[in-house]
């Protein structure tokens, strides 16, 4: 490709609407172009980059006997309200009407469409099991579009989904998943860890996350050095000191006045902040087995040196939404926002929660419910009972590991892709069964795994730059070579330009040709910034003493190399050697990990 047939353009000012280096460098760049809050168009480098990936995810989908269809992005809503999710999905989906006035929706997630589809062709155990996976256009309406491509409305996501008699051939294929999405992520020239994760709106009975480690990760990771222990801080557990037991001592009101935080109350009375109890005010839409009900005050309690997990507490009172409660509805359960206890309170409207360690936990201090009044010796069992006893509280860093003991430490992370066992949630609600052998009928056990393809570009940019730009693995480069021409109007620079641009291409490498008419500084500023793994540079100079400069974007090794017949060969060593690995090698390594 000749860059002046290139529809593109750099940008040399910072851009102030991106606050992710990854979204400032696609922008500069010229990968893509914001359309909308959270919508993009790809520009051809974008696109390029886009489909080296995509080839990489079907050629370990395909490996592991994944079947590629094409599912609908308009999807009825029939579907979705067999399954029960018609209901239970808030505002994130977008609905909309045909002119026959159905309920149709535009696909955030496939689990309906693909159900459906089994339901209709199998129907012997003798066609199990299988995986079909797609690479398709997906719209989820987030609140909070952010970081460019790394958390967007309109998306290209690659969904798996794999059928099964039983859940133990389940359990089988699942490993062969979990390590074909390391291959791809190696492959695409970037380190992940595998934690342990909410299942979500998904549902099912195991989930995986694939994080990249990043500063600028939206999830927070706690790891375990000593045993390999991980997880994301949703569903993180840790081990909890109990408390020494203490006799019970009569309940006490205080005045405690302005200590409306647990920081202030406990400087107040010169006690730790493990000897109070922090209450926190909440709406949740409950879900059950017709869909949601009216909103229900959750009222948590957990300890003042605790922080509540809202993945947690959602999971324990089985929460659709969850938000914070106003303080006109903390008010009218008979509480005081700053001063809240659920001793005293109107029960008849509350679903109470109580971390775990609060039964345990003797003589804290809570709220009196009156402002600037708290009461000491709280106890419970005593002086009040929750409806739910769980752990809802967040695993930080320096907490216990659950599984050895030793100290957690916290990163923070970019999700890139997530696998998950479904089991039976949607087969068996929408009559997707087969026949065993003794003719019985069982539903399809199932299972699901995604990669974001937009947000997968945007974590290679995040963990592969430096301050001139972009530093693309040769694997899912937009071009291999950026063949930089400084002619100057040279005919004779022109002429040997154009004849290595034309062995280049006809040895099947892929070559962008900066054949503009434009300054060196301009050529290779915009050479640094677009990130191609190898840069080779021809002008006057080289011309007369018969050789071309080669340079590696990412390490910044140069080279001169001779121009003549073992030229391909030289400029090939050097993208093996130095440049990384060419691509069949680096699948060759990946698959043999």
Known sequence: MRLTRLFFQTLREEQSEAELISHQLMLRAGLVRQVAAGIFSYLPIGQRIKHRIERIIREEMEAITGQEVSLPVVQPAELWQQSGRWQQIGSDMARLKDRHNRDLCLGMTHEEVVTSLAAGLIKSYRQLPFMVYQIQTKFRDEPRPRGGLIRVREFTMKDGYSFHADFEDLDAYYPQVYQAYFNIFRRCGIDVVAVSSDTGMMGGTMAHEFMALSPDGEDTILMCDACGYK?????????????????ALPLKEIHTPGTTTID????????????????????????????PLEDQFVFAVVRGDMDLNETKISNAVNALALRPATPEEIL??????????????????????????????????????????????????????????????????????????????????????????????YSAVMDATYLDGQNTSHPLVMGCYGIGVDRLIATIIELNHDENGICWP???????????????????????????????????????????????????????????????????????NGFVELKVRRTGYSADIPLGEDFLDAVLHIMDEEGGVILDRLREESMGT
């Open 264 to 291: 202030e109350l406990a400087a107040f009375l010169n006690i730790s902040t493990e000897k109070t109890a922090k209450a926190v005010f909440l709406v949740a839409t409950i879900a059950d087995d017709s869909g």
């Open 332 to 425: 009218d359960i008979g509480a005081e926002p700053g001063f809240g206890s659920p001793v005293g309170i109107d029960r008849s409207r509350v679903l109470l929660v109580v971390d775990d360690l609060i039964p345990i936990s003797p003589n804290l201090v809570a709220g009196a419910n009156k402002v600037d009044y708290h009461l000491t010796h709280v106890n419970y069992g005593r002086d009040y009972e929750a409806d739910i006893v769980a752990d809802i509280t967040a695993a930080a860093d320096g907490h216990a590991c659950p599984s050895c003991g030793e100290r957690l430490r916290s990163e923070r992370g970019i999700e890139v892709g997530n696998i998950f066992k479904l089991g039976t949630k």
């Open 474 to 544: 040769l694997s899912v480069s937009p071009f291999q070579i950026m063949l930089v021409s400084l002619a100057g109007g040279n005919p004779e620079v022109i002429q040997v330009a154009d004849t290595l641009y034309d062995t280049l291409t006809e040895a099947g490498l892929d070559v962008l040709y900066d054949d503009r008419n434009d300054r060196a500084g301009v050529k290779f500023n915009d050479a640094d910034l677009m990130g191609i793994p190898i840069r080779l540079t021809i002008g006057s100079r080289g011309v007369k």
């Open 231 to 247: 997880a994301n801080r949703q569903v993180a557990a840790f081990q909890k000191l109990k408390p020494a037991p203490e006799t």
